[in-house]
């Protein structure tokens, strides 16, 4: 089962540039989201999406944009990227926004700004 | 605040040794859930187990148990008789209703090194 399938994996980007990471569930999960991981500073949320058409800002959601076209594609966009948006970022789903339900991760894209 | 603290951040054992892993919350919420995670060095996200704020029944699941005291506000993580492949990077996440959204926030995480 694929679950959420991150694309790509790994990637180099020069300052400046700009780049989409994508993120694609087959779960039909209602509610999606984007995290970064940063060492020391666990998991924090970017933006999030509780249904299809719908958006939402997190804790960290500058330099950062999203779209949610359909239920199962859920891309980030960084427009004109920083050193510091150097990190690995998650990509994840869950069953509804407001039941108990866990986020499911996909496996990760680790982006190096130069 | 919304907080999760997870004041260990590195743990090394010698296989076969009990562990516990600490986890310290924050939140006004009366209704919340907790969750762990692991992240083994492959680099993906395993959840683990989820608890609400109503049930503070322990759990145990094979070797690993949970401990939930409201009292002290913490859900610490027990691993019994530890192997080489739980060494990873655990993270406690308190999800809060705040913003309407379902918001996860995560510890730092605690990284545990089982050594043969």
């Known amino acids: 089962t694929a679950g959420i399938t991150q694309a790509p994996t790994s990637q180099i980007l020069a300052a400046g540039r700009s780049m989409t990471l994508r993120c694609t569930q087959d779960?039909?999960?209602?509610?999606m989201y984007w995290y970064r991981q940063d060492l020391g500073l666990g998991l924090r949320l970017i933006h999030y999406?509780?249904?299809?058409?719908?958006?939402g800002k997190g804790e960290v959601p500058d330099g950062y944009s999203v779209s949610r076209a359909n239920t199962d594609d859920f891309p980030l966009t960084l427009a004109s990227a920083v050193p510091s948006q150097t990190s690995v970022y998650f990509c994840?789903?869950?069953?509804?926004?407001?039941?108990?339900?866990?986020?499911?991760f996909g496996d990760g894209t680790r982006l190096s700004i130069l | 605040a919304q907080k999760v603290t997870q004041a260990q951040t590195e743990i090394s054992v010698v296989e076969k040794e009990d562990v516990t892993l600490d986890c310290v919350y924050e939140?006004?919420?009366?209704?919340?859930?907790l969750f762990w995670y692991k992240q083994p060095p492959s680099g993906e996200l395993v959840f683990l187990i989820r608890?609400?704020?109503?049930?503070?029944q322990n759990e145990i699941s094979g070797r690993y148990s949970w401990n939930f005291q409201k009292s002290t506000s913490s859900f610490n993580f027990t691993i019994t008789a530890s192997q080489v492949v739980d060494s990873a990077v655990y993270f406690c996440?308190?999800?809060?209703?705040?913003?309407?959204?379902?918001?996860?926030?995560f510890g730092a995480g605690t990284r545990l090194a089982v050594h043969p």
């Open positions: 994840a789903s869950s069953d509804g926004a407001g039941g108990n339900q866990p986020q499911h």
């Open positions: 779960m039909r999960h209602n509610a």
């Open positions: 999406s509780n249904t299809a058409g719908t958006t």
């Open positions: 939140t006004r919420d009366t209704t919340y859930y």
């Open positions: 608890r609400n704020s109503f049930d503070e």
């Open positions: 996440a308190l999800r809060t209703f705040s913003g309407g959204y379902n918001k996860l926030i």
